[in-house]
């Protein structure tokens, strides 16, 4: 399997980690051990899950400040696929500099088209479109010029 497939892998299984915590509040070790018994966890990048999960999760308050002036609702009204999908996409925004704005919004946008609501990915690349234009300045900014 080749890299790519095993970092989308493991984006899927921290979605669902991020899920189940906003549902059950359950402890991030359990969260993480019930993931791992998912099939298919095997061909995920392990040390990308585990980064993703317990870096969201250790910083839920923060990553949220940071995308709710571009909702226009308050974040308990988001879905949990919503909510679960943007405090990941903003994690990744914010800690992990060398990978593309661009492939992140991919990633969250093929997300909630898998696992959210029929707009949710509309939704979702409004969101982190806006974010993005924030948190990656210099990197948007340098997309822009090259296009024109």
Avoid: C
Wanted: charged share 25%; net charge neutral.
């Amino acid at each position: 399997m080749s890299g790519k497939a095993a970092r989308r892998r493991a984006r899927e299984f921290a979605l669902q980690g991020i899920y189940q915590w906003l549902l059950s509040g359950n402890s991030v070790s359990v969260i993480e051990d019930h993931v791992a018994q998912v099939t298919g966890f095997d061909k995920a990048d392990r040390e990308l899950f585990v980064s993703l999960l317990r870096g969201t999760l250790a910083n839920v308050e923060a990553l949220q400040e940071e995308f709710v002036p571009f909702i226009h609702r308050s974040v308990e009204e988001l879905s949990p696929v919503e909510r679960a999908i943007l405090l990941l996409a903003t994690h990744e925004m914010k800690t992990a500099p060398d990978t593309p704005y661009r492939v992140i919004i991919n990633e969250a946008i093929e997300l909630a088209k898998s696992y959210g609501g029929t707009e949710g990915h509309r939704f979702v690349n409004g969101v982190l479109d806006k974010l993005a234009a924030k948190l990656r300045a210099v990197e948007v900014n340098a997309a822009k010029d090259a296009k024109s």
